[in-house]
């Protein structure tokens, strides 16, 4: 079984490292197929710092053809997810089921937007399968995916531009600090808006 592992794994890399040759189009393919349902190995986000690195000038592109690529992977796992209903969530806790949809019912698109953000080892992808069997809205839904994902790999993109071969490194150190700012920034931003139009309906009806 090891051995059938470690060939599936070295097959995926090979694909992965041939797509590569193909730019901004590579990336855009290893990043759908690595958010959908084959697990590419490094993922987007090693390539979209490789290729970020061997031409700065072009980061923007890259981050931009990761976002699209990893958007529409979100969005296939999603309808799958949809069309499979619970047996798409068997392979997780019921645990972790329970209280992924009870923030997805409770924080709306704001749950997928923060788990998107996130770093690993947070579960995103029981957020994009949950969103797909509970119905979540699609388009609010790949709005929120499009968003986090470019926040993370426009910040990629610019360290591999920026930094070189120390970009990965330098990365992986401070990106979870970077994502969880984001992130308790978004929830404050949500929470404070909320406050303040229940403020604004309290002193309408009192008026």
């Known amino acids: 079984m090891k051995w059938l592992l470690r060939k599936i ?5 090979e694909v992965s490292g041939y797509l590569v040759t193909f730019g901004a189009f590579g990336l855009f393919a290893v ?3 690595d958010s959908s349902l084959v697990p590419m190995p490094g993922g987007a986000d090693a390539v979209t710092i490789l290729l970020s690195n061997a031409r700065p000038a072009w980061w923007p592109i ?20 949809r069309r499979a209903g619970r047996r798409a969530l068997s392979r997780f806790g ?7 949809k009870d923030l997805i019912e409770r924080y709306d698109v704001l749950s997928v937007l923060v788990a998107s953000v996130l770093p690993p080892p947070f579960p995103f992808k ?3 399968i949950s969103a797909g069997v509970f119905r979540f809205g699609v388009l609010r839904f790949a709005l929120a995916i499009a ?13 591999a531009a920026r930094y070189g071969a120390q ?5 992986a150190r401070y990106y979870p600090y970077a994502g969880g700012a984001l992130a308790v920034a978004i929830i404050l931003f949500v929470v404070l808006r909320n406050v303040l139009k229940n403020r604004a309906r309290r002193t309408e009806a009192r008026g």
């Open 94 to 100: 019921e645990r972790k089921q329970a209280k992924v």
């Open 167 to 171: 970009a990965k490194e330098l990365f």
């Open 147 to 159: 968003a986090g994902r470019a926040f993370r790999f426009a910040l990629e993109g610019y360290m």
């Open 31 to 33: 990043a759908l197929l």
């Open 9 to 13: 794994t070295n097959g995926l890399g």
């Open 126 to 128: 029981l957020f994009v």
């Open 62 to 81: 890259y981050a931009g053809a990761a976002t699209l690529g990893s958007t529409a992977g979100c969005v296939i796992l999603y309808y799958i997810s």
